[in-house]
């Protein structure tokens, strides 16, 4: 318990400037939402970018509509909840040997897997808490719009793809950390998995032929289409659970394995 509160102190600057940006973001949407609610001709005016936003696997038909609108604006929800975790697994479990206190922790009468066990119990508490200010933050600046049950339904399935999507990426990143001999290019390898995935989703978007790669990409298992009609395919959500799975379960293994940089 000491090693959980150890750690959510560690990391809750960080998250604080996450979310303070976020929030801000949040403010300046839906201060933008009202300029197109009101103005049809902006609506129109969009529909020439359709394959910009088909890129970006993203549809801007109910773009009137305060879900729609969300819906269209949810790459810079999940592009940041990529990052955020996937950074976090990478420091949570390298830190104790950037900052050189490694010999320390794993001197005292404590198993290594224990720390370890500690250190993703806070990288989970951390992505639930992104995903419930996101969440939270939408509701509260959206919420003079009079909004309906389709949007509330839609929150809860964007959470859920939130809060999925976050923990592929955090657990991830933390395999990383395990596996590389090197701490300091395990931060830069999970930046880079969380920026190429993005980048190759919209190759994939554009290239139909390349279909086939969606089952390798996150940002593509939960499509905010379809959880606008209130869908969740349920072979995403395993391929989820088995990545998640799988990459805790290997750092565990190989971090027991690793010799560390002191």
């Not at 197109?36 to 969009?46: G, T």
Request: net charge neutral; proline share 2%; hydrophobic share 50%.
């Amino acid at each position: 318990m000491n090693i959980i509160k150890r750690e959510l102190r560690a990391n809750l600057k960080g998250f604080i400037i996450w979310m303070s940006s976020l929030l801000v973001l949040f403010i300046l949407v839906s201060t933008e939402f009202s300029a197109f609610r009101d103005n049809p001709d902006i609506i129109d005016a969009l529909d020439g970018f359709d394959a910009f936003y088909d890129a970006l696997g993203i549809s801007i038909a109910n773009i009137g509509s305060p879900e729609g609108f969300v819906s269209m604006m949810s790459i810079y929800l999940y592009v940041p909840i990529a990052i955020y975790s996937a950074l976090l697994g990478s420091s949570i479990i390298s830190k104790e040997e950037r900052a050189k206190t490694a010999e320390y922790l794993f001197t005292l009468p404590i198993k290594r897997e224990t720390v370890l066990r500690s250190k993703i119990i806070v990288g989970f508490i951390y992505v639930l808490s992104f995903v419930l200010v996101i969440i939270l933050g939408l509701t509260l600046t959206f919420y003079r719009f009079d909004l309906t049950s389709t949007f509330f339904n839609f929150m809860f399935y964007l959470g859920f793809g939130l809060f999925f999507t976050g923990l592929i990426f955090m657990s991830v990143g933390s395999f990383f950390a395990s596996y590389l001999k090197q701490y300091k290019r395990s931060g830069a390898i999970s930046l880079a998995f969380a920026v190429g995935t993005f980048m190759l989703n919209m190759v994939v978007q554009l290239v139909e032929e390349l279909d086939f790669l969606k089952y390798v990409i996150p940002y593509k298992y939960f499509d905010v289409q379809e959880m606008l009609n209130g869908n969740i395919e349920f072979i995403y959500v395993l391929l989820s659970l088995i990545i998640i799975c799988s990459s805790i379960t290997g750092v565990f293994i190989f971090y027991k394995k690793r010799d560390l940089y002191i």
